[in-house]
Nanobody, 124 residues
Framework: QVQLVESGGGLVQAGGSLRLSCAAS????????MGWFRQAPGKEREFVAG????????IYGDSVKGRFTISRDNAKNTVYLQMNSLKPEDTAIYYC?????????????????WGQGTQVTVSS
């Protein structure tokens, strides 16, 4: 069984930065890709960023391009999301996800494992 645990969320002022971490554990953890999604109250889950586990491919949602950076540390089974120039509209619960098969980076249903989420609140 794979477990994903997010950390690093919190309250930050607009224009500030946060770095989220997602630590994965499991007997044999070899995902095809990892992703970050977010969900604000009353809104659908939104794709934020994705990264391939071996090839270094990264992809971002339009609303975060140029501000957020996804990276991974395979030795630590950890994925990071560096968030800069934060805006109040970035406020949401951020979820880490792992995909073990070929699929779409931005399609939530293609991911097999999910973390419990971490709250990010950006004040104006």
């Amino acid at each position: 069984q794979v477990q994903l645990v997010e950390s690093g969320g919190g309250l930050v002022q607009a224009g500030g930065s946060l770095r989220l971490s997602c630590a994965a554990s499991g007997r044999t953890f070899r995902p095809y890709a990892m992703g970050w999604f977010r969900q604000a109250p009353g809104k659908e889950r939104e794709f934020v960023a994705g990264v391939s586990w071996t090839g270094g491919t990264t992809i971002y949602g339009d609303s975060v391009k140029g501000r957020f950076t996804i990276s991974r540390d395979n030795a630590k089974n950890t994925v990071y999301l560096q968030m800069n120039s934060l805006k109040p509209e970035d406020t949401a619960i951020y979820y880490c996800a792992a995909r073990t098969t070929i699929g779409s980076y931005s399609r939530a249903r293609d991911y097999d494992y999910w973390g419990q989420g971490t709250q990010v609140t950006v004040s104006s």
